[in-house]
């Protein structure tokens, strides 16, 4: 079992930053694919960035490419995501996940956090 734990969502204006942390617990972690996924209010989960096992490869969406970058830190067992020009339509709520295949379809990834809501204001 791997535990996840998302931590750093709140309210910010557009154009603003945050940075967004999910911190791992149980198996080793560094064996897993994370990825962070969004749903915002009346819309799918969608996918967002992922990152390898290795924290050297990692893919976006298409909507937060040049905006937003994932990373890990496999001595703290935590990922990043750091999200930079925020816009409105980024509000949501944000999760991680983990799991051991490159995917970036949710119904693949095997551990979920609980999710940690992100607001931009206009």
């Known amino acids: 079992q791997v535990q996840l734990v998302e931590s750093g969502g709140g309210l910010v204006q557009a154009g603003g930053s945050l940075r967004l942390s999910c911190a791992a617990s149980g198996r080793t972690f560094s064996n897993y694919v994370v990825g962070w996924f969004r749903r915002a209010p009346g819309k799918e989960r969608e996918f967002v960035a992922r990152i390898d096992w290795s924290g050297t490869v990692t893919s976006y969406a298409d909507s937060v490419k040049g905006r937003f970058t994932i990373s890990r830190d496999s001595a703290k067992n935590t990922v990043y995501l750091q999200m930079n020009s925020l816009k409105p339509e980024d509000t949501a709520v944000y999760y991680c996940?983990?799991?051991?295949?490159?995917?970036?379809?949710?119904?693949?990834?095997?551990?979920w956090g609980q999710g940690t809501q992100v607001t931009v204001s206009s």
């Open positions: 996940a983990a799991d051991r295949f490159w995917t970036t379809s949710e119904r693949e990834y095997d551990y």
